[in-house]
């Protein structure tokens, strides 16, 4: 049976280039650090109406994987099309113009191809930013608060980070870590945090794409959160009571696996004030609350952009794809972070929404993402892709 590829997909719009006026836009989402645990994927805790309408909407992936747990191979993988022994992005060091300098990104490939190819947010990894992929510099949102907004947790950066200053001038001195704290919860605006101020950016955006009805476009959006500290506004801590937040199931290693296959968290202990060896249950209760609390932050963004997309007129030639760049562990095999190949890591997010198409079966999704990728009559087989939820589709995941 043929696979849909999340890139061929996503370059579906250009099967209609033959007729510029029908060519669709795209609106991407990238989420950082999201695993598939809210409403659509069967959470009854996580408040995430945003994301459940849109999974609604459109079709829902239960079994969508990454190509390897770590942000930057991850995204380097999606948006270039090729494996990370392609890309050689197996770290947080490398960027892929190095082993690919001649690669088309699929927002390039969109603008070589007479689209408005604009991004903000993370899309690319941290400071990594890739040029040739846009029409338009990309921008990265400016928040009131980045990453804190209480000032004792500023107080703790600045100190962390002197302290930090005065290791680097002796000599064989140990890395000293500048982070905060593992959360925050904090009575401001959205756009206090960074998440807020990219919805912010997206929604201009929209607004002058609107403007230009003629000119196509690929608009990708990233959300930073539910990705390490965990810290959002009050109001979504508010959504949960803690006393409802359940621990692992399986806090302990898959049976007779080795030591090295899951790592404990090293990523997370290099926040101020998280305590070394087995996360206490009460301190992983206020982690899980944070992770809950993030993810409701982001889907209000996320709710913010799909909002402004029906006010500008724009929903009805529009596709969306939302995609995670890994999962994450929160206290499962008595880990946490990502950064191993256990399914809580591997597996993601990733919803579709093409409104002018109507797909109503998977091979008609296939037909359209086979035919934009320029194969026209023939099936695409990559098998290292992820393949589609089978079988019959349920109304609420379409």
């Known amino acids: 049976m043929p696979l849909l590829t999340r890139r061929s997909f996503l370059a579906a719009p250009l099967a209609l280039q033959a007729q510029p006026a029908q060519r669709l836009n795209v609106l991407m989402f990238a989420v950082d650090d999201l695993r598939p645990e809210f409403g659509a994927y069967g959470s009854k805790i996580v408040r995430s109406p945003n994301l459940d309408?849109?999974?609604?909407?459109?079709?829902?992936?239960?079994?969508?994987?990454?190509?390897?747990?770590?942000?930057?191979?991850?995204?380097?993988?999606?948006?270039?099309?090729?494996r990370p022994d392609t890309?050689?992005?197996?770290?947080?060091?490398?960027?892929?113009?190095?082993?690919l300098p001649g690669v088309v990104t699929l927002p390039q490939h969109f603008k070589n191809h007479g689209y408005h190819a604009q991004g903000m947010g993370k899309l690319y990894h941290g400071g990594f930013n890739d040029e040739a992929s846009w029409s338009v510099p990309w921008t990265a949102g400016q928040p009131v608060h980045?990453?804190?907004?209480?000032?004792?947790?500023?107080?703790?950066?600045?100190?962390?980070?002197?302290?930090?200053?005065?290791?680097?001038?002796?000599?064989?001195?140990?890395?000293?870590?500048?982070?905060?704290?593992?959360?925050?919860?904090?009575?401001?605006?959205?756009?206090?945090y960074p998440d807020g101020a990219?919805?912010?950016?997206?929604?201009?955006a929209l607004r002058e794409r609107a403007a230009q009805p003629d000119k196509p476009f690929w608009l990708g959006v990233g959300f930073v959160k539910p990705h390490l500290p965990f810290v959002a506004p009050k109001k979504y801590?508010?959504?949960?009571?803690?006393?409802?937040?359940?621990?692992?199931?399986?806090?302990?290693?898959?049976?007779?696996?080795?030591?090295?296959a899951v790592q404990p968290g090293g990523e997370l202990r290099n926040y101020w004030g998280v305590p070394p060896g087995r996360i206490p249950d009460d301190f992983a209760r206020t982690l899980k609350h944070g992770y809950y609390a993030s993810i409701s932050y982001m889907d209000a963004q996320l709710g913010r952009v799909l909002d402004e997309r029906e006010r500008t007129g724009l929903a009805q030639n529009t596709v969306i794809a939302l995609w995670g760049d890994h999962g994450w562990k929160l206290g499962e095999h008595d880990g946490w972070c990502k950064h191993s190949n256990v399914e809580n890591d591997t597996k993601v997010v990733l919803v579709f929404l093409m409104n002018p198409c109507r797909a109503t079966s998977l091979s008609s999704w296939r037909q359209i993402s086979t035919?934009?990728?320029?194969?026209?009559?023939?099936?695409?087989?990559?098998?290292?892709?992820?393949?589609?939820s089978t079988g019959s589709l349920p109304a609420a995941v379409r």
């Open 87 to 99: 890309t050689k992005v197996w770290d947080l060091e490398t960027h892929f113009r190095a082993a």
């Open 198 to 204: 990219v919805a912010d950016l997206a929604i201009a």
């Open 53 to 82: 309408r849109l999974a609604r909407s459109g079709i829902l992936f239960r079994r969508a994987y990454c190509q390897q747990a770590v942000c930057s191979p991850s995204r380097s993988s999606l948006l270039t099309g090729t």
């Open 237 to 260: 801590w508010d959504m949960y009571d803690p006393r409802e937040i359940q621990l692992a199931r399986n806090p302990f290693p898959p049976k007779d696996a080795p030591s090295y």
């Open 371 to 388: 035919r934009a990728a320029g194969f026209p009559g023939k099936a695409v087989r990559i098998s290292h892709n992820p393949s589609p």
């Open 146 to 192: 980045r990453p804190y907004a209480l000032e004792q947790n500023r107080a703790i950066v600045a100190k962390r980070a002197a302290e930090a200053g005065a290791a680097a001038k002796k000599k064989g001195a140990a890395r000293v870590r500048t982070n905060g704290p593992a959360y925050e919860s904090a009575d401001v605006p959205d756009n206090s």
